[in-house]
């Protein structure tokens, strides 16, 4: 079964403040999405709302066509993976792995047994004795053996080192490639994992600003190296997301489809055309001055 | 592709984990009356057995636990996918598990502990038919409430109703977990602001299992009431309980129902 997500002008108060406003997006099944936003943007305030831990004020969610607050069909399927407080947490990592194998109906118990040795995690050690970053491997390794047909990973990488993100992201494109899922990561590591989204939503100030393919997105700007005259010169009136210059070589980001016509006579300038980053993209769709 | 119903299981988990607790709690009261038991030995004071020992104690205890559940539990078992109501009706028949189970691991201790007195010959006087409703140590400084029903129905005196002891030991203390129960669950939902006034409701709900059971009322705040106890029949007090239990459970799933889950 496919499990598509359809949110349709969902919206989300906390007294006064207005955490989400009108947002109306479809997910189709099995396929990894980046939610960007800024701090604050309400991004764990969505995803709570798809792993029903909250209803919206307004609006509606519907996965497989259903709601899913307290959809046992639908909430055994939905995992949202976050960055929890185990300071009470006695259990150990062995226990905490038995229990969610009882109320997840697709836990891989194998799958998890080799993520423990992939993310070098103790067995016998109580959760509440591991360093942050190990409990952030056992989120994920809760997570993936899951295989819940949605995934959800809020900033589920915080506390970890770079090498443990790595493990993170290759084994989650390996078990993607395997059995695709609907994943949804949200982060602000936008520059180390963007290669994992096929598609990309942005979100600010709780309201929606793009969900498009990830190529798609990257090829609404482009990066213009070359001698610093005629890059100044080229760039002129584009809208510049970012510069780095070296001695005379520069490089701008600029925001906005090159034309054929335009790409031919960068390359007849000896400018270099090259693809923009979702980094600078998303920087510049959120930031203030927009 | 429809799952069979998930409470069964949460309530066999939930079982699980709070019976390990209570066996630790258990072992603890054991101790402390043996400790007692000692006491009396050496200094010929009156002793009450293990069932009612551990009455008062089993009835914090659950109070206690009862207010842990929607902490310890709740935010766990929604992150898995389990729904409130799956999480409500396994939580409440996992702490009526408890209370029998408590309830019955007491009253075996009570058989052996007269059976352990009986062959050892100890000078121990146990009593377990007290006519003032209270078990005092002879110099006053500790005096424990019992009901008269359980009092003037201990299992070894009226063999014939040891169900019925039972029966009222196991409602007395699962009233005071689903009392704690509410509480947690008003902490939960509203902070600690708005938790105080379901504080407030709990001690009204103690009062009342008190009065229901017969019990002298030992909260302070009930003195302003006409009368300290009244007298009820067996029947009408379990059934009485049971409502308070049921009225309880209901305001404890008014306020579950759609909780927002902390994260």
């Given at each position: 079964?496919?499990?598509d997500?359809?949110?349709n002008?969902?919206?989300l108060?906390?007294?006064?403040y207005?955490?989400?406003k009108?947002?109306?997006?479809?997910?189709?099944g099995?396929k990894v999405?980046g939610?960007?936003?800024?701090?604050?943007?309400?991004?764990t305030?969505?995803l709570s709302?798809?792993?029903s831990?909250?209803?919206?004020?307004?609006?509606?969610?519907?996965?497989?066509?259903?709601?899913?607050?307290?959809?046992?069909?639908?909430?055994?399927?939905?995992?949202?993976?976050?960055?929890?407080d185990?300071?009470?947490?006695?259990?150990k990592?062995k226990?905490?792995?038995?229990?969610?194998?009882?109320?997840?109906?697709?836990?891989?118990?194998?799958?998890?047994q080799y993520?423990?040795?992939?993310f070098?995690?103790?067995l016998?050690?109580?959760?509440?004795?591991?360093s942050?970053?190990?409990?952030?491997?056992l989120?994920v390794t809760?997570?993936?053996?899951s295989?819940a047909?949605?995934?959800i990973?809020?900033e589920?990488?915080?506390?970890?080192?770079?090498?443990?993100?790595e493990?993170?992201?290759?084994?989650l494109l390996?078990?993607?490639a395997?059995?695709?899922?609907?994943?949804?990561?949200s982060?602000h590591?936008?520059?180390?994992?963007?290669?994992?989204?096929?598609?990309v939503?942005i979100?600010d100030?709780?309201?929606?600003?793009?969900?498009e393919?990830y190529e798609t997105?990257?090829?609404r700007?482009?990066?213009?190296?070359?001698?610093?005259?005629?890059?100044?010169d080229?760039?002129s009136g584009?809208?510049?997301?970012?510069e780095?210059?070296?001695?005379?070589?520069k490089?701008?980001?600029v925001?906005g489809?090159?034309s054929?016509?335009?790409?031919?006579?960068a390359?007849q300038?000896?400018?270099e055309?090259g693809?923009?980053?979702?980094?600078?993209?998303?920087?510049h769709?959120?930031?203030?001055?927009? | 592709m429809?799952?069979?119903?998930?409470f069964?299981?949460v309530?066999?988990?939930?079982f699980?984990?709070?019976?390990?607790?209570?066996?630790?709690?258990?072992?603890?009261i054991?101790?402390?009356?043996?400790?007692?038991?000692?006491?009396?030995?050496n200094?010929?004071?009156?002793?009450?057995?293990?069932?009612?020992?551990s009455?008062?104690?089993?009835k914090?205890?659950?109070?206690?636990?009862?207010?842990?559940?929607?902490?310890?539990?709740?935010t766990?078992?929604?992150?898995?996918?389990?729904?409130?109501?799956?999480?409500f009706?396994?939580?409440?028949?996992?702490?009526?598990?408890?209370?029998?189970?408590?309830?019955?691991i007491?009253a075996?201790?009570?058989?052996?502990?007269?059976?352990?007195?009986e062959?050892?010959?100890l000078p121990?006087?146990i009593?377990?038919?007290?006519?003032?409703?209270?078990?005092?140590?002879?110099?006053?400084?500790i005096?424990?409430?019992?009901?008269k029903?359980i009092l003037s129905?201990?299992?070894?005196v009226?063999?014939s109703?040891?169900?019925?002891?039972?029966l009222?030991?196991?409602?007395?203390?699962?009233?005071?977990?689903?009392?704690?129960?509410?509480?947690g669950?008003?902490?939960?939902?509203?902070?600690?602001?708005?938790g105080?006034?379901?504080?407030?409701?709990?001690?009204?709900?103690i009062?009342?299992?008190?009065?229901?059971?017969?019990?002298e009322?030992?909260?302070?705040?009930?003195?302003?009431?006409?009368?300290?106890?009244?007298?009820?029949?067996?029947?009408?007090?379990?059934a009485?309980?049971?409502i308070?239990?049921?009225?309880?459970?209901?305001?404890?799933?008014?306020?579950?129902?759609?909780i927002?889950?902390?994260?």
């Open positions: 079964m496919k499990f997500v359809e949110v002008n969902l919206s108060k906390y007294n006064d207005e955490a989400l009108d947002l109306s997006f479809m997910l189709e099995g999405y939610l960007l936003g800024r701090n604050g943007a309400g991004k305030s969505l709302l798809l792993a831990f909250r209803e919206s004020t307004k609006g509606s969610i519907k996965i497989t066509g259903e709601n899913p607050f307290e959809n046992a069909d639908i909430m055994q399927n939905v995992h949202l993976i976050y960055e929890k185990y300071k009470d947490e006695s259990e990592v226990g905490m792995l038995e229990i969610i194998e009882r109320y997840r109906p697709n836990f891989d118990a194998e799958y998890a993520l423990v040795k992939r070098k995690l103790p016998d050690k109580a959760v509440n004795k591991l942050r970053g190990m409990q952030s491997a989120n809760m997570g993936l053996a295989r047909p949605i995934t990973f809020d589920a990488y915080l506390g970890m080192d770079a090498p443990t993100r493990i993170f992201y290759k084994e390996a078990d993607q395997e059995r695709p899922r609907t994943m949804i990561l982060t590591l936008v520059s180390e994992m963007d290669y994992l989204f096929d598609e939503i979100i100030k709780g309201a929606f600003v793009l969900h393919e997105l990257i090829s700007g482009a990066s213009i190296t070359g001698a610093a005259e005629e890059v100044d080229f760039v584009m809208t510049q997301l970012n780095q210059q070296l001695g005379n070589t490089a701008v980001m925001y489809y090159l054929e016509k335009d790409k031919q006579e390359l300038r000896g400018l055309v693809p923009v980053s979702l980094q600078d993209l998303f920087i769709l959120t930031s203030e001055e927009v | 429809k799952q069979k119903s998930i069964p299981k309530a066999f988990d939930m699980s984990v709070q019976f390990i607790w209570s066996l630790w709690f258990i072992s603890f054991l101790l402390a009356h043996i400790v007692m038991i000692v006491v009396s030995i200094s010929d004071s009156v002793l009450g057995e293990f069932l009612f020992f009455h008062s104690s089993s914090v205890y659950m109070l206690v636990i009862g207010i842990i559940s929607s902490y310890a539990f709740l766990f078992y929604v992150n898995h996918g389990v729904t409130r109501k799956d999480y009706i396994g939580a409440a028949l996992a702490a009526v598990g408890i209370a029998a189970a408590i309830a019955i007491a075996v201790l009570t058989g052996l502990e007269y059976a352990v007195l062959i050892t010959n121990v006087t009593n377990n038919s007290l006519a003032d409703n209270s078990i005092e140590s002879s110099d006053n400084s005096s424990i409430f019992v009901p029903a129905s201990s299992i070894l009226h063999s109703s040891w169900l019925l002891s039972l009222m030991y196991t409602l007395n203390i699962l009233t005071l977990y689903v009392i704690g129960w509410l509480i669950s008003g902490y939960y939902r509203f902070g600690w602001v708005i105080f006034g379901f504080i407030a409701i709990s001690l009204v709900s009062i009342i299992a008190d009065l229901l059971w017969g019990t009322l030992g909260e302070p705040l009930s003195n302003w009431l006409p009368f300290s106890s009244i007298s009820l029949p067996v029947s009408v007090s379990a009485g309980s049971i308070l239990i049921g009225v309880i459970l209901w305001g404890i799933r008014l306020l579950t129902k759609r927002t889950i902390k994260m």
